[in-house]
């Protein structure tokens, strides 16, 4: 059975390139628009990762990723910050919110699967 992966970013390209690199690589993608229609999707399936950009309207990656950490769900599940933000500071904060590991944009996309199946196989 493949392994569900949420994928969020308010970016429709950014979203349609993550889907076909993990669908290609035989993951089962459903994708959100933001964090909060991200946090809905996750409270109604359970997903074995969570991919999320940084900046987004309504709530962004470090918001989503906090409430996700607090339903028991999610307390375990890898969750990867994909984000056009690269600094030191920003990346501290998404470890004190959760966060598994960091991808910057744009991202190589076999490097995407390579980190994918380190973290979930």
């Known amino acids: 059975?493949?392994?569900?992966?949420?994928?969020?970013?308010?970016?429709?390209?950014?979203?349609?390139?993550?889907?076909?690199?993990?669908k290609s690589a035989g993951y089962h993608v459903v994708?959100?628009?933001?964090?909060?229609?991200?946090?809905?999707?996750?409270?109604s399936q359970q997903f074995d990762l969570?991919?999320?950009?940084?900046?987004?309207?309504?709530?962004?990656?470090?918001?989503?990723?906090?409430?996700?950490?607090?339903?028991?769900?999610?307390?375990?599940?890898?969750i990867l910050m994909l984000t056009t933000e690269s600094s030191d500071e920003m990346k501290l904060q998404g470890r004190a919110a959760g966060a598994t590991g960091w991808m910057v944009k744009p991202f190589d996309p076999l490097k995407l699967i390579e980190v994918v199946r380190k973290v979930i196989g």
Do not use: C, H, W
């Open 31 to 43: 994708d959100a628009v933001d964090g909060r229609d991200g946090l809905e999707r996750a409270k």
């Open 1 to 22: 059975m493949s392994k569900n992966i949420l994928a969020i970013d308010d970016s429709a390209s950014i979203r349609q390139m993550v889907n076909f690199t993990l």
């Open 50 to 78: 969570v991919l999320t950009d940084q900046n987004m309207p309504r709530m962004d990656g470090l918001a989503l990723i906090r409430a996700l950490r607090e339903m028991p769900a999610y307390q375990r599940t890898p």
